[in-house]
């Protein structure tokens, strides 16, 4: 039986059936697909900064004259228009990308005026289209200026029956001035607003140095006042706050096209006397909804993740204000605000990802110098076309002006022949050979026109358009000329947004983060309370609320026991030593709860199972302790060397074969007494230990047989206590000591009369 698939066609059929190859047909599906979302959707044109949807909106309220000082028009009429005429999409997501248009919290500089309810910044939606009214602002004007006069490539619309833009002239850098966002198929996009003025200095200072690198063209001081004549300094929000980013981060983002900026809220602190002291939060990053972002403060706070936080309110009207109260005046202002920049929206990392289409087409990752520059040069084309659209129309003009010039200096027998010939246009064209344009021209001239002062006029607008047309034509010749206009638009644009109030000065400035320390702020977002922490023979660990000493022996699994318990803070880090020698750290407040028997401490570290638990006690930063193995070798170690940032530990004592960790002891004094298994006590000065971060150290002590006991250190002043098994304390000043006083590594001697059996100092 044959393999090959049946592809005849049953009788009386008349379907052109085929194979189709499905993976070869899904390529090809998707690839139409993937290219139609990037190009006609989800990327904006580098050169206008759009994408259709904006644009064809934009062309649409141009078409019902909905010019800045006009009249408005309901929402729904021009959603319609577009959707009927060149956008055949739902009107639901046409509307919303005519109210982001109109939002000035979204907007840097806004291309629709809305009247009417179009969303606040809580997050509340705009109302429906019906009720809403929009016309255009400024900065549309300027996007379509000169867009009758063949400054851009038309296309016909999705039926054919009418055109639309390709790109729109654009004289205005929309692409940074207002910014992007959009998800294609493998592919996104991601351009945080810009200050035009910015941009425009940017710009000029590009045209007159083509070379400049974009470090050239990003402001050198970061931190300094803003001024009119700042290059690039960063983004700049609608919505303000403050950028907290490095310039070399900065520089980086703009030459590589993608980076990041740290955007934090803009707050102050309101004194209420008697030490009590207020946070209120005037601005919040761009894209944050006010409402969520008090909810989550709200949630945090009941959950008890900010300690340092007794209540949040919204106090905001037409601007934003939110209070922050802390829980004590005592309260630092600046980690409290660590505290809620680490846990809540009040700081942001706003992405740059500046891939747009190139020419309309290819999608490309730019620049921030390629980005000006496809504007700047979009320009100049743009100048080009106009110049050569308006030389067309002055040379029509000058043609028709000669024609008439022509019929006043002989009107009486222009008008025999208007009169008398039956074919006076051909009669026209012979007599005083003119153009075809020339004798239609004369022959629709009205009869109030013929009067001496109207060649006047004529022969005065002849001159105009003469000097007009050869200017451009010089224009036309010299690209110089050509960037000399660019550079006086350019010019125009800047002065007329360094006027404007509101839109002109930057609104999101530069700081530096506040110096805090990272475990501060870790241990603020703990709330404090006492606890005992219990560790069994077994490993397994728990932690009890409050101090106690009164350990129940019955909560411990059958066979198990306790080996030692200690009071903390659920602030504090807990410091663990194994036998292997490595040092592991335990957060307080994530130990399981004392009602229960615990957990093994093995399911919190990657503690090897050949490995047991030498000692457990609290990080206390700058504290010293002594490390050391039961063959006797050790040095002294700093605490804060001891933290391990991972679950695998960190190794600070290194053993080899059978060897073990055996003890380590916090440093208290200046002279060290260690006793070994062979019952031998030796005292010497504790410099004679090296202090290091990691390794096998020194010969502490010297056996024959057995390893160390156990070891502490004691200031020389007050002499060596120890404790025996009846809890009687015994002390002895180094005057008494002197018979075991040596050098480090010697062998000593056997302890004073009194010295506990066990060989331990504690008893």
């Known amino acids: 039986m044959s393999d090959e698939p049946d592809t005849t066609v049953p009788p009386g059929g008349g379907d052109d059936r085929r194979v189709v190859d499905l993976r070869e047909a899904l390529e090809e599906r998707y690839l139409s697909y993937a290219l139609s979302t990037i190009t006609q959707r989800a990327l904006p044109d580098a050169r206008d900064g759009l994408k259709p949807v904006h644009r064809r909106i934009l062309h649409g309220m141009r078409l019902l004259r909905l010019d800045p000082d006009g009249a408005y028009k309901k929402s729904a009429k021009i959603v319609g228009d577009v959707m009927g005429s060149f956008h055949p999409h739902g009107d639901q997501s046409i509307y919303d990308a005519l109210v982001r248009l109109a939002q000035d919290f979204s907007m840097r500089y806004p291309l629709a005026d809305g009247q009417g309810n179009f969303g606040n910044i809580d997050g509340d939606g705009a109302a429906a289209m019906r009720y809403t009214e929009t016309r255009m602002t400024d900065v549309s004007v300027r996007l379509m200026e000169g867009i009758n006069e063949n400054a851009v490539d038309f296309k016909v619309n999705y039926d054919g029956s009418t055109e639309e833009p390709v790109v729109l002239p654009s004289n205005f850098p929309n692409l940074l001035a207002n910014g992007t966002t959009g998800i294609a198929v493998g592919m996104a996009t991601s351009v945080p607003p810009h200050n035009v003025i910015e941009l425009c200095n940017a710009s000029l200072k590009l045209i007159h140095n083509p070379d400049a690198s974009v470090n050239d063209l990003i402001h050198a001081d970061e931190t300094s006042a803003w001024s009119p004549d700042d290059l690039v300094r960063g983004p700049d929000f609608p919505t303000g706050g403050e950028l907290v980013e490095g310039r070399s981060a900065i520089v980086n983002a703009y030459e590589t096209g993608r980076g990041s900026f740290r955007l934090r809220s803009r707050y102050i602190r309101e004194d209420k006397g008697r030490g009590v002291y207020q946070i209120v939060v005037t601005e919040i990053p761009y894209g944050v909804q006010k409402s969520k972002l008090v909810e989550k403060i709200a949630e945090l706070l009941l959950a008890k993740k900010l300690?340092?936080?007794?209540?949040?309110?919204?106090?905001?009207?037409?601007?934003?204000?939110?209070?922050?109260?802390?829980r004590a005046g005592t309260v630092d202002p600046a980690i409290l605000m660590e505290q809620l920049f680490k846990l809540t929206d009040l700081e942001q990392r706003i992405p740059l990802n500046m891939n747009v289409l190139d020419h309309g087409t290819i999608p490309k990752v730019m620049s921030l110098k390629e980005a000006l520059r496809a504007w700047l040069e979009h320009r100049k084309d743009v100048l080009v076309r106009r110049t050569t659209h308006r030389l067309a129309e002055i040379a029509h003009r000058l043609e028709v002006l000669d024609g008439y010039i022509i019929a006043f200096l002989n009107l009486d027998e222009v008008i025999r022949i208007i009169r008398e010939e039956d074919d006076a246009k051909a009669s026209l064209m012979s007599t005083f050979e003119l153009s075809d344009v020339q004798a239609e021209a004369i022959l629709n001239m009205r009869l109030r026109s013929l009067r001496k002062l109207e060649e006047i006029e004529l022969r005065t607008e002849h001159k105009k358009l003469t000097e007009e047309e050869t200017h451009l034509e010089a224009l036309l010749a010299s690209e110089k000329r050509q960037w000399g206009e660019i550079t006086r638009q350019v010019g125009e644009l800047r002065s007329v947004y360094l006027k404007h109030a509101k839109l002109g000065p930057r609104r999101t400035t530069f700081a530096t983060a506040v110096d805090v320390d990272l475990?501060?702020?870790?241990?603020?977002?703990?709330?404090?309370?006492?606890?005992?922490?219990?560790?069994?023979?077994?490993?397994?660990?728990?932690?009890?609320?409050?101090?106690t000493s009164d350990i129940d022996e019955k909560s411990f699994k059958t066979g198990d026991r306790l080996k030692l318990f200690i009071h903390a803070q659920t602030t504090d880090k807990l410091l663990l030593l194994s036998t292997g020698g490595k040092v592991f750290t335990l957060a307080g407040d994530r130990l399981p709860g004392g009602r229960s028997q615990g957990e093994p401490v093995r399911l919190m570290v990657e503690m090897e199972e050949s490995q047991d638990i030498v000692e457990l006690f609290v990080y206390r930063p700058g504290r010293k302790r002594i490390i050391?193995?039961?063959?006797?070798?050790?040095?002294?170690?700093?605490?804060?060397?001891?933290?391990?940032?991972?679950?695998?530990?960190?190794?600070?004592?290194n053993v080899t074969g059978t060897e073990e960790a055996r003890l380590i002891v916090p440093v208290d004094g200046d002279t060290v007494a260690l006793i070994g298994d062979n019952r031998k006590l030796l005292i010497f000065p504790l410099e004679a230990l090296p202090e290091m971060t990691r390794g096998k150290g020194v010969r502490l002590q010297k056996y024959k047989d057995g390893g160390l006991s156990d070891l502490k250190t004691f200031?020389?002043?007050?002499?060596?206590?120890?404790?025996?098994?009846?809890?009687?304390?015994?002390?002895?000043?180094?005057?008494?000591?002197?018979e075991w006083l040596g050098n480090r590594a010697e062998a000593g001697r056997q302890p004073p009369p009194g010295f506990p059996r066990n060989n331990r100092f504690s008893g």
């Open 307 to 326: 300690p340092l936080l007794k209540d949040i309110r919204d106090e905001s009207a037409d601007d934003i204000r939110l209070v922050i109260e802390p």
């Open 519 to 547: 475990d501060e702020v870790a241990s603020a977002m703990i709330e404090k309370e006492p606890i005992t922490v219990i560790l069994s023979e077994k490993g397994w660990i728990r932690s009890m609320r409050g101090h």
């Open 628 to 653: 050391a193995s039961k063959k006797g070798d050790g040095f002294v170690v700093s605490e804060d060397e001891l933290i391990a940032n991972t679950r695998k530990g960190k190794q600070v004592l």
């Open 715 to 738: 200031p020389s002043a007050t002499g060596l206590t120890w404790t025996d098994s009846s809890g009687r304390s015994f002390t002895r000043s180094m005057a008494e000591l002197t």
